[in-house]
C-alpha cells in the first residue's frame, strides 16, 4: 500500500482554490480556530434560545440583505480588522462564506480535526473560540504557511487538490494512504492504526520484545531446561518416595512439576509450529517439528538460550527460524512486538492453566477426605 509521512498538517481543497494557495504560498500569515460550525444558524452543545425573545435576523423579514448576507459580512469585517487569512474550523463552513472569503484572498477550512485544532493552537497560541464575534487580538495565531503538496502518487482526483500547511513548532505528522481499489481503503486505514498505536505503546512503555517467535522459542528453550532440572532434582531427592497424609501435597509438587512443565513446553511448541505451517516455511507439521526441536536442543547445549536466539534471528523468516535465509544480520530486518499485550495473554492462558490444575488437585485431594459410599454400584462421594 504506498503511503507517504510528512511533517505538518495535509489535506484537500477543492482546484478552484488554487489560484489563492497559489498567491498564499509560502508566505506567513495570521489564522483563528474555530470549535464548532462556521455557520450562521450554528449554535453551541447547550445554548438555550429564551422563548419570550426574537431577533430581526431570525425573522427574515428584513429588506435588502438576507440574514445569511448580513452575517457573512460581519464574519469578514473581523477578519478584515484582524488581518486574518485563514480560518480553522471543526465543524461545517458556509459555502457562501467561503466564496465571499476567497474573493477577499482568505482561506477557509472545514471539518478539521479536533487534535489538528489543539496542535495549531499549541504552535501558534491562537485561542479556540466557539464564534467568530468572540474573536480578539489574543485569539489569533501567526506563523502559518500554505504550500501545495505533491506526492508521488496520484492524490489530486474528483477535483480536489493536496495542500500542506504547517508552522513553526507544530507537533503533528500527517500519513497519506492512497490504494488503487476504493474498498480497500477502509481495511488498510485499520491496519495503519492498529501500528501506529503498537507504537505508540511500544514508545510509552520503553522496552520491547523480539518478535517473529523469538520470544516464544526463548520461552520453550527455558522451560526445557527447568524441566530437565525438575527431573534431575527428583531423582536425587525423591528416590523410594510414598506419600503420607500430612506431607502428600508439598511432595506431590516435585512429583508433577517435571510433567506441568513438559506440558507447557508442549504447548509452546505446537504454537510455533503451527505458525511455521500457516506460513508455508515448512512443508508439514512434521517437519517443522523437527526443525523446532532441532534448533532448542542447540539453544539447549549452547548454555545461552539467548544469545543463541539473538547469533540466529537472521535466519528468521515468516516469523519463525529458517534455514534458508541469508546469515549475515544486517539484511534482515527486526520485527519487534509490545509487552504489555504479550504479556497479559500470556497471564490469562497460564490463568486457565492454574485454574485446571486446581480443579484437578480439588477433585484428587477430596477422596482423601470423604466418605465414600458403593450402593448398588453407584459411587457416592
Not at 282 to 292: K, L, N
Request: glycine residues 6%; negative net charge; charged residues 15%.
Amino acid at each position: 500500500m504506498p503511503r507517504t509521512v510528512t511533517r505538518g498538517y495535509i489535506t484537500v481543497v477543492p482546484t478552484s482554490s488554487s489560484a489563492l494557495i497559489k498567491e498564499l504560498q509560502d508566505q506567513p500569515f495570521r489564522v483563528i480556530l474555530i470549535e464548532g460550525d462556521l455557520t450562521q444558524s450554528y449554535r453551541h452543545l447547550g445554548f438555550n434560545k429564551s422563548g419570550n425573545m426574537k431577533s430581526m435576523l431570525d425573522s427574515g423579514k428584513l429588506p435588502g440583505d438576507s440574514a445569511e448576507e448580513l452575517w457573512t459580512k460581519s464574519v469578514l469585517q473581523v477578519l478584515v480588522q484582524f488581518d486574518v487569512n485563514l480560518v480553522l474550523a471543526q465543524g461545517s463552513v458556509s459555502e457562501h462564506l467561503t466564496e465571499k472569503c476567497m474573493h477577499s484572498k482568505r482561506l477557509v477550512m472545514g471539518s478539521v480535526s479536533g487534535h489538528v485544532l489543539q496542535a495549531f493552537a499549541e504552535a501558534t497560541r491562537a485561542v479556540p473560540v466557539a464564534y467568530v464575534t468572540q474573536v480578539n487580538e489574543d485569539c489569533v495565531g501567526s506563523g502559518v504557511s500554505v504550500t501545495f503538496w505533491t506526492s508521488p502518487h496520484d492524490t489530486n482526483r474528483n477535483n480536489r487538490m493536496a495542500i500542506l500547511l504547517k508552522t513553526e513548532g507544530l507537533n503533528l505528522v500527517t500519513a497519506v494512504l492512497t490504494c488503487p481499489v476504493s474498498a480497500q481503503m477502509e481495511t488498510k486505514e485499520d491496519r495503519f492504526w492498529s501500528c501506529v498505536h503498537r507504537l505508540y505503546h511500544a514508545l510509552k512503555e520503553e522496552k520491547v520484545f523480539l518478535g517473529g517467535g523469538a520470544v516464544e522459542f526463548l520461552c520453550l528453550s527455558h522451560l526445557q531446561i527447568l524441566a530437565e532440572q525438575s527431573i534431575s532434582k527428583e531423582n536425587h531427592a525423591c528416590s523410594g518416595w510414598l506419600p503420607d497424609s500430612s506431607s502428600w501435597m508439598a511432595s506431590s509438587l516435585s512429583v508433577y512439576r517435571p510433567t506441568v512443565l513438559k506440558c507447557l513446553a508442549s504447548g509452546w511448541h505446537e504454537y510455533l509450529s503451527a505458525v511455521m505451517s500457516n506460513t508455508a516455511t515448512h512443508p508439514s507439521s512434521v517437519e517443522a517439528s523437527t526443525f523446532i526441536q532441532h534448533h532448542v536442543q542447540n539453544a539447549t547445549n549452547s548454555g545461552s538460550p539467548s544469545s543463541y536466539i539473538l547469533s540466529k534471528y537472521s535466519q528468521l523468516s515468516g516469523g519463525v527460524f529458517h534455514s534458508g535465509v541469508s546469515d549475515n544480520l544486517e539484511l534482515v530486518p527486526r520485527v519487534y512486538d509490545t509487552v504489555t499485550p504479550k504479556t497479559e495473554a500470556w497471564r490469562r492462558a497460564l490463568d486457565l492453566v492454574l485454574l485446571v490444575l486446581q480443579t484437578d488437585s480439588e477433585i484428587i485431594t477430596g477422596l482423601a477426605h470423604t466418605q465414600i459410599n458403593l450402593q448398588d454400584g453407584v459411587l457416592f462421594l
